[in-house]
């Protein structure tokens, strides 16, 4: 038995890992100066972080309590979030109907829903939130739309994939009991699935609060604007008030969806 | 009396369902009035922007002027992505509990998950307040980001290292730098590298969004475009982003293919 050493460097392989480093070294100088990004500009203006940190502490939590429009925005961001995952989770879940083999028999419609899913995850959501902030103003409404546009987009393919990927047995022999399709999709897929589904949709909404809180600088509303406003008129303070806030915020969302998440997929509710 | 008994058992059978519609139906009416949802206005809104589609014929003399952004978009998302691959790296091995002290790795994954927490579009909104509009900014946020995301996947992958290779490295005799060097990294530099090919797809889309808020490059001349009303701009915009996003996708694929063919770099 021949005993190779993984932990050796043979001749042929560190000849082939000093290329790869250097090839990777070269284009990552050349990239630095093409844009002119010079790290040592870390260090050198590092006192421009520390003056910015000096103005941002204390956090002014004062106006959140004051004021009623950043409480009204946090109820922003969490709506859209809400109505995005809600509006775009359902829409996802019956083109992912059309889209999967085993429940469309017609193989045109499920290539065009493909299409479609495929052409609304690739646009990406910069084009999308803009579109609709010119179709329907500033404002929470053109966050909600891009959230559902892109919760379509991703998990219209994922649940596909949940679709397909369940038991062809108890549908065959629902089949061969002189079931209808919608009775097959009634009785075997949807119990298969529904678990999945919901704790996909906790996932989706984890995803859009923190989508919809870089939304809101491109104009959709919510937390992320009130955010931008505060930076851009440099009241440092109330803007790490609105950070921490943000932050807890995703926070707390993560550990809900996955709480949620684990209990369903765990086995429990919905069976 | 066996109808009543049937319609009830209907209920109960669909107690569950029923309960969830009437908990989401008035959530669903109360978030859309937060949101100021107006159907009227979007049929109205999009049947305007039809109009529009018609005047969204690519200009393609802009290409020329596209391809710089575009270019410095891409280098942004490649330089962020692989400083941050490094030094998370590093993150990940004080974040490791095989090799870091308890109170090292507790506080090192404190930092991760706030990384994490944050988006990189307010990091960068943060970072943009100390070192102004440009390029560094937007690296910058990127190897955050990066460093928040790669720093925990890949402490994890070292902690699920089989303990006996390692403690085998360390029995002849190893420093601890060896251990490093000749137990850890050689172990892990596969998933390193396909965690970092999957983080660059990412970052390519993310320096889009960073661009327009300050990070420059193919974003912010998107986002002008629209500021501009000028929507044959953007469209060709759009199209090169789509074709940048489309090109480093193959380019990313291709590579994790090839390195998963060559037996990852051993």
Not at chain 1, 104 to 129: E, G, H, N, Y
């Amino acid at each position: 038995m021949k005993v190779t050493s993984h932990y050796t460097f043979s001749p042929v392989s560190y000849r082939q890992r000093a290329t790869i480093f250097s090839v990777i070294a070269v284009v990552l100088v050349a990239a630095c100066v093409f844009m002119g990004f010079d790290p040592s500009m870390l260090f050198t203006e590092f006192h421009y972080v520390i003056d910015l940190f000096k103005e941002m502490t204390p956090p002014r939590f004062h106006d959140l309590w004051q004021d009623k429009t950043i409480g009204l925005a946090i109820l922003e961001t969490l709506s859209m979030a809400f109505m995005g995952t809600l509006i775009g989770g359902s829409v996802a879940l019956v083109l992912a109907f059309l889209a999967a083999a085993n429940t469309m028999p017609l193989a045109a419609v499920r290539l065009m829903v493909r299409a479609v899913l495929s052409f609304q995850r690739v646009i990406p959501s910069l084009f999308i939130v803009l579109i609709f902030v010119a179709a329907v103003g500033l404002g929470p409404f053109a966050g909600m739309l891009t959230l559902v546009f892109s919760t379509i987009g991703t998990f219209g393919q994922l649940f596909t994939e949940i679709i397909e990927n369940t038991q062809q047995e108890p549908a065959d022999a629902i089949y061969a009991t002189g079931a209808t399709r919608w009775q097959v999709i009634r009785y075997v897929i949807l119990p298969q699935t529904l678990p999945s589904f919901t704790a996909n949709l906790f996932y989706a909404y984890d995803i859009n609060i923190r989508a919809a809180i870089g939304l809101g600088i491109f104009g959709g509303g919510g937390i992320g604007f009130q955010l931008f406003q505060a930076m851009r008129l440099l009241h440092y303070r109330d803007a790490l008030a609105l950070i921490c806030v943000t932050v807890l915020l995703i926070v707390l969302t993560e550990k809900m969806s996955d709480a949620l998440r684990g209990q369903l997929l765990g086995g429990g509710a919905l069976k | 009396m066996n109808a009543i008994f049937y319609s009830l058992r209907g209920i109960r059978r669909y107690q569950k369902s029923l309960l969830v519609v009437a908990v989401i139906t008035p959530l669903a009416f109360g978030a859309s009035w937060v949101c100021g949802v107006r159907w009227d206005i979007l049929w109205k809104g999009l049947a305007d922007s039809a109009a529009l589609v018609k005047l969204m014929t690519p200009e393609w003399d802009a290409f020329a002027e596209m391809l710089q952004p575009a270019l410095d978009s891409v280098l942004i998302a490649l330089v962020g992505t692989l400083l941050g691959t490094v030094l998370s790296i590093f993150f990940a091995f004080a974040a490791a509990s095989n090799i870091a002290p308890r109170w090292l790795r507790n506080s090192v994954r404190f930092i991760l998950g706030l990384e994490r927490a944050m988006p990189e579009i307010v990091i960068l909104l943060f970072l943009v307040a100390a070192f102004g509009m440009g390029p560094f900014a937007g690296v910058l946020s990127l190897t955050i980001g990066c460093i928040g995301m790669l720093g925990k996947l890949i402490a994890d992958a070292i902690e699920e290292l089989d303990p006996i290779s390692l403690e085998s490295i360390e029995a002849i005799g190893a420093t601890k730098i060896q251990l490093l060097v000749f137990g850890v990294i050689q172990q892990i530099m596969p998933s390193v590298i396909s965690f970092a090919l999957f983080r660059f797809e990412l970052s390519i889309r993310l320096s889009v969004v960073l661009g327009a808020v300050g990070a420059g490059g193919i974003g912010l001349e998107m986002y002008r475009a629209f500021f501009l009303l000028d929507y044959r701009r953007a469209t060709t915009a759009l199209v090169v982003i789509l074709a940048m996003v489309f090109i480093t996708e193959r380019l990313s694929e291709f590579l994790r293919k090839k390195i998963k063919a060559e037996g990852a770099l051993k």
